[in-house]
């Protein structure tokens, strides 16, 4: 019973992030003590099981909504944001180096001076441009800081920032203005804790940054990734080996076996009458739990390594205990005992692979009669999880690199048998014997060297990577691993496979390459990536794609993070067109990266020499932007770039795209003085039988969107694709007052997310991505909600 109340329980927490509005709390209250009556009024053992399962899906229900409802009441009114503003408290993270030389922390706040709001943010997420990391070292500050409440894009797939502030605890983000260290202000437990903590990362800078694998030191002693730089993700990313260094399960476990080992070899070297079998047990035990509290406390306490000591703790027990156990009750137990801990841990993608791997173990090893040899359990343990863990990265849109199958086989046990012990012993040996740190360093750094020299090579292996493209193939290989690990006739595993990748709606493919999913009607996406533009244009299995939106390279790249996820979960296999408007890095950012991962038919350009030369134009040879007729599935495409334009804004390829009586004006970034010569060559339509949607040029700027822009065109919608609260100030009030005027419906991507027209038989549908978003983003009194065009 224990088993499903600790599943109903984790049911109930789940539940509640599938949810877009957060259920109100005296329902919930009634719904608990209604199941609880229900229990205690039940007659029938069943009836009393039913009622017990119920209660506990409604209280971890509505434990998840307690903890997401304190966290959403902590919010910064908007006449604060973008404003001066002094908070004190303390630096409760490791700073680390961000871009444009700057430091990125978290800031605990202890007061607000000044102010008496009640309901302000705990917790913010700060930058400081320029600043000195002596100051941070005082660890107690005041600060003046500028700051805006959560808020990144929103669209049907890709990294959502929102949801990370909201995994974090973040309530505000800003920047830092000035910060005076005040050794006065109050410090609780946690404050002292993350105090010793930053001590402990200094020291350890002290001591080993001078090693060559420095960052992965730094990472596997304490948890300290700050010094890890975008080369090392890199290469982790492609060889599927990013869990090495975040403290977690197989870290903890190394400690638990090795203060085990060590602690039943002690206590049994005294006299055999000293200690009791129980008692020996008992204590292994306690020095194992205080060995990885310890080292998890080192390694910075994060919510992984919380999950992992929690998930070491229970199987350790139920190792020691001596009792018959199922391993999926201990499993259960963890699940639920993580989420009381931390009920928002649904929302973090090692969550689910943590447990999602731990699963695929069980499966693959508990029950099994006869032993197995290490070397044959671990080649069995990684391509189980290499296999099982396929879907489960498909579903967070990424891929499954068959290096990591190769790189984890050997990395593993390396990690295992040599790199932790060698770290950890020597971390302490330096710690005690300081004058032996000459000695510790280079075979810290040596053990180490051989390990990344490897995965460099693996992460050069020109080798696919496994996606939701070839998901059906991980059903196919489960289902054989599956038949090797029952005693399944061959023939229906056989017939299983044929049948999945007959049916898989992604498995289709012709001989000139690669399809598209097929769109019944017309459909025009402004994705929204922030100050920057991207939009799709669908239609059958045809696909254009105007502008990839902004990149800064090493920091930030919208094709990375937003274009591509959505370009995939929508099913896009190729690009028809890529018309790109001009060369500005907000609407042309990282081309290469998708001419390298998507086959791309044709490439136009408003400024088609800005590619010349570079790898673009090795890929697809770039056009450039002539006034000619093309099409689209049913579309009817015009391109358009002003003869006159001498460079950048004014260069921009415009394009138009009509459908029957809708038309769509892609202008690009021109100002006022090229319009006029677009407007010159409009084609004129009766406006009782046009429906005109705009998005306005220069993404609202007040250099565009002239007079005779806006009353010529009397567009019915004008969408802006601006980021919100951007220091450019767009759109301007001007240029939205002339599009008012006329009676446009204005829609901005900063408020709205990403937007959708569907040209449907019945009139063009217009859907914006906030009115689906989860509660914690598009919640009444939220940025989203709040959100105005000015």
């Known amino acids: 019973m224990a088993f499903r109340c600790a599943i109903a329980f984790s049911c109930g927490v789940i539940l509640l992030y599938r949810l877009s509005v957060l259920p109100v709390s005296w329902w919930l209250l009634v719904a608990l003590v209604t199941a609880f009556y229900s229990v205690l009024a039940a007659k029938s053992p069943a009836l009393r099981s039913l009622a017990l399962v119920a209660g506990s899906l409604i209280a971890g229900l509505a434990w998840g909504a307690w903890q997401a409802g304190h966290q959403l009441s ?24 961000g871009s444009f030389n700057s430091l990125r922390f978290s800031f605990c ?76 202000l109050p410090c609780h437990l946690h404050c ?6 930053q001590s402990l990362a200094r020291w350890v800078d002290s001591r080993f940054s001078e090693a060559s694998r420095y960052p992965l030191i730094a990472s596997l002693m304490i948890g300290n990734r700050g010094a890890m730089e975008s080369s090392h993700w890199k290469v982790l990313k492609a060889t599927g080996t990013i869990h090495l260094v975040a403290i977690s399960g197989l870290h903890l476990g190394l400690v638990a076996l090795g203060a085990g080992f060590v602690a039943r070899r002690t206590l049994l070297a005294f006299p055999g009458h000293r200690f009791s079998e129980a008692s020996l047990r008992w204590g292994v035990f306690a020095v194992v739990g205080v060995s990885c509290l310890a080292y998890a406390l080192a390694s910075g ?65 508990s029950g099994r009669v006869g032993a197995i040899g290490w070397l044959a359990g671990l080649v069995l343990a990684q391509i189980a999880v290499f296999i099982g863990l396929w879907p489960v990265l498909a579903q967070f849109g990424q891929g499954q690199p068959i290096a990591g199958l190769v790189a984890n086989l050997i990395a593993i046990p390396w990690v295992s048998v040599i790199v932790m012990p060698v770290i950890i012993v020597g971390g302490m ?106 939009v799709l244009v669908r239609h059958r299995r045809e696909v254009l794609l105007y502008d990839t939106g902004p990149a800064v390279p090493g920091v930030f790249s919208a094709m990375e993070s937003t274009v591509l996820p959505n370009l995939r979960d929508l099913g896009v296999r190729r ?27 044709r490439v136009i350009a408003g400024e088609p020499e800005a590619f010349a030369g570079l790898e673009v134009s090795a890929l697809v040879p770039v056009e450039g932007c002539r006034r000619e007729p093309a099409a689209l599935g049913a579309l009817e495409l015009t391109f358009w770039r002003s003869p006159d334009g001498a460079s950048g804004n004014d260069r921009s390829c415009v394009l138009v795209v009509r459908h029957k009586a809708t038309e769509w004006i892609l202008p690009g970034d021109i100002t006022e003085a090229v319009e006029a010569g677009f407007l010159e060559t409009l084609d004129r339509v009766s406006r ?39 220091r450019y100030g767009h759109p301007h009030p001007d240029v939205v007052a002339r599009y008012r005027q006329i009676g446009a419906v204005a829609l901005n991507t900063a408020c709205s997310g990403g937007i959708t027209f569907k040209a449907a038989p019945g009139g063009l549908e217009v859907h914006e991505m906030r009115h689906d978003s989860p509660f914690w983003i598009g919640g009444a009194g939220l940025t989203r909600d709040q959100c105005k065009i000015p």
């Open 74 to 97: 902590q919010r910064l009114p908007p006449d604060l944001e973008r404003i001066p503003l002094t908070v004190e408290g303390y630096v409760c993270d490791i700073p680390a180096a």
């Open 109 to 184: 706040i202890t007061g607000w001076p000044g102010r008496t709001e009640s309901g302000l943010p705990e917790r913010l997420r700060l930058s400081w441009y320029g600043g000195e990391a002596q100051t941070l070292a005082h660890h107690r500050l005041t600060v003046q800081v500028v700051l805006r409440r959560p808020h990144g894009t929103l669209n049907l797939s890709g990294f959502r920032y929102e949801d990370w502030l909201f995994r974090k605890g973040y309530r505000a983000t800003g920047s830092v203005r000035s910060a005076e260290p005040v050794a006065t």
């Open 192 to 197: 002292r804790y993350t105090a010793v903590h």
């Open 301 to 365: 306490f994060t919510v992984p390594t919380r999950r992992a000591l929690i998930m070491v703790m229970i199987a350790t027990w139920a190792l020691i205990s001596g009792r018959e156990i199922s391993p999926w009750s201990s499993l259960a137990l963890a699940f639920a005992t993580v989420l009381v801990l931390d009920p928002f841990a649904p929302l973090d993608q090692g969550f689910w692979l943590s447990f999602s791997a731990v699963a695929i173990l069980l499966v693959t090893f």
């Open 429 to 534: 040996v330096v710690a005690l014997m300081p004058m032996l740190t000459d000695w510790v360093v280079p075979l810290m750094d040596a053990v180490l060297a051989g390990l990344w020299w490897l995965l460099v090579r693996l992460s050069e292996w020109q080798v696919p990577v496994l996606s939701s493209a070839t998901l059906p193939l991980s059903l196919v290989a489960a289902s054989g691993l599956l038949a090797l690990r029952l005693p399944l006739p061959w023939f229906p595993v056989l017939v299983f496979s044929a049948v999945v990748l007959w049916l898989w709606p992604g498995s289709d493919s012709v001989s000139g390459g690669p399809v598209n999913r097929y769109v019944p009607v017309p459909e025009v996406r402004i994705l929204d990536v922030g100050q920057g533009l991207s």
């Open 575 to 601: 690009i028809d067109q890529l018309v790109i408007s001009h060369s500005d890095s907000d609407h042309a950012g990282e081309v290469g990266l998708l001419l390298g991962s998507l086959p791309v038919g």
């Open 688 to 726: 009782p039988s046009l429906h005109r949607v705009v998005l306005a040029p220069h993404h609202g700027s007040k250099t565009s969107s002239s007079v005779a822009w806006v009353n010529t065109l009397e567009p019915d919608h004008v969408i802006y694709t601006a980021g919100y609260r951007h």
